[in-house]
């Protein structure tokens, strides 16, 4: 199971960090992975981190949002700097590409605008 957290209203340039609270059977040897939806858009990947914490950003994020996990805690986060009104979206976790997925949560809506 996937949860989501930490979305909400910003205004540009302003700052969030989301949460992804999983279970120990899908987090502990993931590669794992944070994508969105815009409206009338295609889910994106964002970003994706493996168990040893190497990361992969796409290029309309790198710079500013940053993927980090907490294996203990089975958590992995996204923070997320100098936002800007096109990273409006909804925001989800799940495995990496290329490895097991599971089925959607519900999100987290972030919505950068003045």
């Known amino acids: 199971q996937l949860v989501e957290s930490g979305g909400g209203l910003v205004q540009p340039g302003g700052s969030l960090r989301l949460s992804c609270a999983a279970s120990?059977?899908?987090?502990?040897?993931?590669?794992m992975g944070w994508y969105r939806q815009a409206p009338g858009k295609e889910r994106e990947l964002v970003a994706t981190i493996t168990s040893g914490s190497s990361t992969y950003y796409a290029d309309s994020v790198k710079g500013r949002l940053t993927i980090s996990r907490d294996n203990a805690k089975n958590t992995m986060y996204l923070q997320m700097n100098s936002l800007k009104p096109e990273d409006t979206a909804a925001y989800y976790c799940?495995?990496?590409?290329?490895?097991?997925?599971?089925?959607w949560g519900q999100g987290t809506q972030v919505t950068v605008s003045s």
């Open positions: 120990t059977s899908i987090f502990r040897f993931a590669a």
């Open positions: 799940n495995g990496a590409p290329g490895y097991a997925m599971y089925p």
